[in-house]
């Protein structure tokens, strides 16, 4: 069974830091472009970041570029989201997938994990 599974969410202030670990079962995340995406309550889900398989190139949406870096460890069939700087409005529920195609466009990822917490108070 495929399977991603988000971890690191928290309560963090202003300011603070998170690492978001997206952690693969079933199939090797070192053939897939992996996708970070974001949804705050009221509001559509935004990309965050992407990671292209093999080259592992990466891009970020305005908005987290030069706070947040995706990374992968393939060792580890695992992908990373670290957070610094954060601000109250990345507040959101962080979701990490799979998929053929390194695109911060949501519906071209076929695999999905169930999404981690993330609370950044003022």
């Known amino acids: 069974q495929l399977q991603l599974v988000e971890s690191g969410g928290d309560l963090v202030h202003s300011g603070g830091s998170l690492r978001l670990s997206c952690a693969a079962s079933g199939f090797s995340l070192n053939n897939y472009n992996i996708g970070w995406f974001r949804q705050a309550p009221g509001k559509e889900r935004e990309a965050v970041a992407a990671?292209?398989?093999?080259?592992?190139?990466?891009h970020y949406a305005d908005s987290v570029e030069g706070r947040f870096t995706i990374s992968r460890d393939n060792s580890k069939n695992t992908v990373y989201l670290q957070m610094n700087s954060l601000k109250p409005e990345d507040t959101a529920i962080y979701y990490c997938a799979a998929g053929d195609f390194y695109s911060m466009v949501d519906h071209l990822y076929d695999y999905w994990g169930q999404g981690t917490q993330v609370t950044v108070s003022s």
């Open positions: 990671i292209s398989s093999g080259e592992s190139k990466t």
